[in-house]
């Protein structure tokens, strides 16, 4: 029998810089009161210049690998997260592994957006299960803050996105007790991907960076936000029943939900729409707002320090994001 992976370690890293929605009426037309209706956000972390993605997903990981109680040079791959890569290439997860100073183990970027966790966690599952790898590194991270249209006309995204990072370190589960991840289920439609996009810089535009490149502004992130909810509250459900379908799992096993903190009034449709108790459902955009591929690890960190988690308990992550992709996981912890 292939082992199972077990998640071993978990560690975040959140800029301080804190920015309220009352910070953020003195930079656009918005209020705090529209926001915490519309997503039930009060507040985020921005990094300070000069802080990128790699920087958060590195400070994570040397957080997770103390967690799980072995030494950085234990860890043989790393796989890494984000939307917001320090530069155009290379990805993160070579700075990551520099900056840890790690050997010249292999290092691999997913680009999945909000689901880009899950994606990185399917893949780290498949190598231990594979017995390739012993100790992966998974870490996601986004500075998001650096590139966000504070103008009126980008207050739609401008209030929903925060920065910040987390990390877990997989292991194969050394006992046959059915604990580690049970499975993961990865979806895309890229029919969608204009409904959530940052367009520029496009490498088949010629040349990439021309004239008009500042002046049309589609550096920024771009949001059909209606779509965006309709889909998000259709899919993660669907997600979550075929993960648990799969697994021979009912809706009452669950005993802990970690949606994608894409909005609060997404999470609880999707709560109500798998008819779990909110108690059961981990949440906490309010004080981050949407961090995409480190939302769910932030909140799995979260769940871990407060005890939320314990020996054997069935925990159902899922996502939907930008691609559109999604994706759910049921992990017997
Ligand atoms: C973005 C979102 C909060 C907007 O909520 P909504 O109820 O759909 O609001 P609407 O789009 O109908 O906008 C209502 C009005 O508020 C305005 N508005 C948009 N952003 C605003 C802001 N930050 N402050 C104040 N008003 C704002 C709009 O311009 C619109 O004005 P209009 O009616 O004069 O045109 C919501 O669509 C959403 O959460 N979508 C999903 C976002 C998401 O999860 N993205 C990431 C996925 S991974």
Redo the contacts with the bound molecule.
Sequence with gaps: MSPRAIITGTGRAIPPKVVTNFDLEKL????DE??QQ??GIRERHWAEDGVGSSDLAAEASLKAIAAAGIDKSEIDFIVAATIAPDHYFPGIGVMVQAKLGLGTIGALDIRN??SGFIYALSVADQYIRTGTYKKVLVCAAEVQSHNLDLSDAG??M???FGDGGAAVILEPNPADDGRGVLSTHLFSDGRFMRD?WMEAPASGRKPTFGPSFLDERKYFPH?D??N??KN?SERMPEAVLQALAANGLAVADVDLLIP?Q??D??SQMVAKKLQIPLEKVGRNIERYG?T?AASIPIVLDEMVQEGRLKRGACLVLTS???GFTWASAVIRW
């Design positions: 656009m037309n918005t209020t529209w926001i519309r997503s957006q909000c207050r739609d401008a209030v929903l959530l949001m936000g209606k965006v909810f998000a994608h894409a909005n009034r997404i949407n995409t939907f994001g930008s």
